[in-house]
């Protein structure tokens, strides 16, 4: 009862009952008001239960993973990442020229000698006809000067012998000195026109051989543009299209040699130091995890470097490391060439002990 009620009372001598207050009931959450079966007991002790299974089960799965680690290389094996690499060749123009014809185009499998761009040759095709009709000309001059040497050879023989007749009518008293004189001057004469056949002939000799020379030359000049393959590969780049003006060494296709294809790999000091040209590799490419290609040891490096960013290694890495290159049969990759990619990742295991035996995975198929 409020403490003002209570003196109003008092002051009229009338007492009141104290007021009594009742709590308001307190109402339930409908989830509470709906019965289940699970007791307190049973929703409590549930939690602890899932969490010791996963526990156990994570244990157990871990275990096994640290007993029986993947992918473990016997000794004598060494690894190291890298990418597939092929030799590029730039198919470039030796003179400067407009392209006429492209006979290949991009992703286009080759053959050495194979025709891939014609160049313009109007200009050196017509050089190429000027010297062969000087070739003509200097080889008709040629014959005019033989027959004109045959006839003066004939004159030089008739002039000696009527000499030697005129000696002996002279001795005899039948002719006289002057006759004798005069028949030597018709010698010296046929002798003269000899010479002169003789140095036209010479001088339409050499005029033919250059001209000749200079036929060769626009010959070779116009094999020459027409651009080749020089090794069996596939164009993996066209930089220049018909038409197109391109100066000396313009550069018409990049074109991938199939027949080179490699992977550099970086191993440490101890790995690197075991390793000798043509032992057997195996390369697995990522996009080829099930499938080891035979490779054999073509390059290693004499000098160590520093660790490139892009090598992994299982262990710490090294500061210094050795660069090694293995190289795929170019038999195999004859038969494999439309399969050749250029910068695919992948892995490249090198035998460092000439024992050791590939396990399954690494064991490869020359087949395939």
Known sequence: MPEDKVVAAR???VETAPEIIVPAPILKQPSELIPTNKGPGKRRGLGPILLIVVLLIGGIGGGYWWLHPRNVLPAGIASGNGRIEADEIDIDTKFAGRIVKLFADEGDLTTAGEVLVKMDTADLEASLKQSQALIRQAEQTIKAADETLAQQKSQVVLAQQEIERTQ??????FATKETLDQRRQVLVSA???????EAVIAQNTQAREAAMHASEVYEADIRDDSLVAPRDGRIEYRVANVGEV????GKVFTMLDTSYV????YLPTLSAGRVKLGSDARIVLDSYPT???PAKVVFVAKQAQFTPKTVETTDERDLLMFRVRVRIDPERLRTHAAAVRSGLPGMAYVQTAPDVVWPAALQGDASK
């Open 291 to 293: 499938h080891a290609i």
């Open 168 to 173: 002996e009518l002279v001795t005899k008293g």
């Open 11 to 13: 002051e009229t001598g």
């Open 246 to 249: 391109l100066p000396a060494g």
């Open 262 to 265: 490699y992977m550099d790999i």
């Open 191 to 197: 002798v003269a026109g000899q010479h002169a056949a």
